[in-house]
């Protein structure tokens, strides 16, 4: 059971990244599948949300409205599509994948997800 995230870089305010989520060992159309955030001053942040079989995303305010979830299941994969990035969009972003659903305001104890990935950066400056 594996995720492995992709697609963070440097990229100048304003501009749009696209990171992948690939699973490996587990089909993620049968789980929540979370993205959140980590950097040294604020913390962890939980992102967005995407629920099994569901394709309506749940967002934090701080990107709603900016940021979108969603999962092509052919290949096993989520995305999260960031436009009009800010530099306090600044972490190390990472995915994780359980069988229960919660909401980005009420988060996903760690003991009840079954996979993290090993994140990727994302860093926004000029």
């Known amino acids: 059971v594996r995720l492995v995230e992709s697609g963070g870089g440097l990229v100048q305010p304003g501009g749009s990244l696209r990171l992948s989520c690939t699973a490996s060992?587990?089909?993620?159309?049968?789980?929540?599948i979370y993205w959140d955030r980590q950097t040294p001053g604020k913390g962890l942040e939980w992102v967005s949300a995407?629920?099994?079989?569901?394709?309506?995303?749940d967002y934090a305010d701080s990107v709603k409205g900016r940021f979108t979830i969603s999962r092509d299941n052919a290949k096993n994969t989520l995305y999260l599509q960031m436009n009009s990035l800010k530099p306090e969009d600044t972490a190390m972003y990472y995915c994780?994948?359980?069988?229960?659903?919660?909401?980005?305001?009420?988060?996903?104890?760690?003991?009840?997800?079954?996979?993290w990935g090993q994140g990727t950066l994302v860093t926004v400056s000029d």
């Open positions: 060992g587990f089909t993620l159309s049968g789980y929540a």
């Open positions: 995407i629920y099994s079989r569901g394709t309506i995303g």
């Open positions: 994780a994948a359980g069988v229960f659903s919660w909401s980005v305001v009420d988060p996903p104890p760690a003991t009840t997800l079954d996979a």
